[in-house]
């Protein structure tokens, strides 16, 4: 199993940029698929980005490819989230996922993938 904890969150106005942070417990790190998600309140939770367990293959939500990276540093046993040109729409709890898929390669883009779960992480943009 595994235990991941998400921090990096806050407070930012519109246009800014924030680095989400998600440190994962345990030495096999490197053989979990991680992935990000948001929930704003009143709305489902939704998928904003995925990396594979080798860190070759990343996936985005069509409305944050332009703004959002995701990166994982196998060795600190961390996955990041760059995200910059914040908009007020993008005001949610962030949470962090992870899985371990047989591939090296696979990215996991649902929810319903994803076994473990951070506590979540708020940021709020301002206008």
């Known amino acids: 199993q595994v235990q991941v904890v998400e921090s990096g969150g806050g407070l930012v106005q519109a246009g800014g940029s924030l680095r989400l942070s998600c440190a994962a417990s345990g030495r096999t790190f490197r053989t979990y698929a991680m992935g990000w998600f948001r929930q704003a309140p009143g709305k489902e939770r939704e998928f904003v980005a995925a990396?594979?367990?080798?860190?070759?293959?990343?996936y985005y939500a069509d409305s944050m490819k332009e703004r959002f990276t995701i990166s994982r540093d196998n060795a600190k046993n961390t996955v990041y989230l760059q995200m910059n040109s914040l908009k007020p729409e993008d005001t949610a709890a962030y949470y962090c996922?992870?899985?371990?898929?047989?591939?090296?390669?696979?990215?996991?883009?649902?929810?319903?993938?994803?076994?473990?779960w951070g506590q979540g992480t708020q940021v709020t943009v301002s206008s």
């Open positions: 990396i594979s367990r080798n860190g070759g293959s990343t």
């Open positions: 996922a992870a899985d371990n898929p047989f591939s090296s390669t696979v990215v996991l883009t649902t929810s319903d993938e994803y076994d473990y």
